[in-house]
Nanobody, 118 residues
Framework: VQLQASGGGLVRAGGSLRLSCAAS????????MGWFRQAPGKEREFVAA????????RYSDSVKGRFTIFRDNAKNTVYLEMNSLKFEDTAVYYC????????????WGQGTLVTVSS
């Protein structure tokens, strides 16, 4: 499975941005989809994830109530709607998928940079 993330950019604090991640290849194997991020000088951290059906989502405490993850299985695409952005949301955002037979997220996109100006 290949993943192509897009939608990053420069936004003012308090603003909004929507990230997209399109999957291609053996997409019939995709289960959960998720977003992670890595800020400068920090380790990669979990942001949000969604099950195949979209019926269950989970978020890190730092983004809960501000970010929304959703997916369109017909387009093999997962989205991350980011509202009320804060300076500390600045990071490279990566999408990832967990294939049905995997225990964790094993396929990763190339990342898209989100910069929030204060």
């Amino acid at each position: 499975v290949q993943l192509q993330a897009s939608g990053g950019g420069l936004v003012r604090a308090g603003g909004s941005l929507r990230l997209s991640c399109a999957a291609s290849g053996r997409t019939f194997n995709i289960g959960d989809m998720g977003w992670f991020r890595q800020a400068p000088g920090k380790e990669r951290e979990f942001v949000a994830a969604i099950t195949w059906s979209g019926g269950s989502t989970r978020y890190s405490d730092s983004v809960k109530g501000r970010f929304t993850i959703f997916r369109d299985n017909a387009k093999n695409t997962v989205y991350l709607e980011m509202n009320s952005l804060k300076f500390e949301d600045t990071a490279v955002y990566y999408c990832a998928v967990r294939l049905w037979y995997e225990s964790g997220f094993g396929s990763w996109g190339q990342g898209t940079l989100v910069t929030v100006s204060s």
